[in-house]
């Protein structure tokens, strides 16, 4: 499930890049999903990270301190571990602010550490669906996200 919810994620950012989904949007949006063999729970779980996602980093300073030019090049270990199509992956959730630099090196460090042999890009999905929803580091569940310690919800 949580794959599914990172692909509809990325789905989301390539089609709504600054998060402007009107409610207009939605019920095609759903339709157009569902036809692809996605649930309507892994839909609005994605809306519901997406929509926070985007608020949460409207709303955040950049906590890396890099550039947006900046660019994260893997070393001989990660190089081995990490398929290319893994890292590309990383790239273009960074070049679609899904991920920040600093969050992308975190997920390539547990990519390593817990990977196994190869990590490929549906093993990079579950370290990006584990790290976006772990509010230890700051993910869309902390009680850090001012959009959710503001709205009222209780997320334990």
Same mark, same amino acid.
């Given at each position: 499930?949580?794959?599914?919810?990172?692909?509809?994620?990325?789905?989301?950012?390539?089609?709504?890049?600054?998060?402007?989904?009107?409610?207009?949007?939605?019920?095609?949006?759903?339709?157009?999903?569902?036809?692809?063999?996605?649930?309507?729970?892994?839909?609005?779980?994605?809306?519901?990270?997406?929509?926070?996602?985007?608020?949460?980093?409207?709303?955040?300073?950049?906590?890396?301190?890099?550039?947006?030019? $900046?660019?994260?090049?893997?070393?001989?270990?990660?190089?081995?571990?990490?398929?290319?199509?893994?890292?590309?992956?990383?790239?273009?959730?960074?070049?679609?602010?899904?991920?920040?630099?600093?969050?992308?090196?975190?997920?390539?460090?547990?990519?390593?550490?817990?990977?196994?042999?190869?990590?490929?890009?549906?093993?990079?999905?579950?370290?990006?669906?584990?790290?976006? $929803?772990?509010?230890?580091?700051?993910?869309?569940? $902390?009680?850090?996200?001012?959009?959710?310690?503001?709205?009222?919800?209780?997320?334990?």
């Amino acid at each position: 499930m949580e794959q599914h919810i990172v692909e509809i994620l990325v789905i989301l950012m390539r089609a709504y890049p600054e998060g402007d989904i009107r409610p207009d949007d939605f019920e095609p949006l759903a339709n157009n999903l569902i036809s692809l063999g996605y649930t309507q729970n892994e839909i609005e779980t994605a809306l519901f990270w997406f929509y926070n996602r985007v608020e949460y980093r409207r709303s955040t300073v950049k906590p890396d301190g890099l550039s947006e030019t $900046s660019f994260r090049c893997l070393n001989d270990y990660e190089k081995m571990v990490l398929t290319p199509e893994a890292y590309g992956y990383l790239i273009e959730l960074n070049h679609l602010g899904l991920l920040t630099l600093g969050e992308m090196d975190t997920i390539i460090e547990r990519a390593v550490v817990m990977g196994g042999n190869r990590v490929d890009a549906d093993d990079i999905k579950l370290f990006i669906a584990a790290h976006i $929803s772990d509010p230890s580091e700051g993910g869309l569940l $902390s009680s850090d996200n001012p959009i959710l310690r503001n709205s009222g919800d209780k997320y334990h």
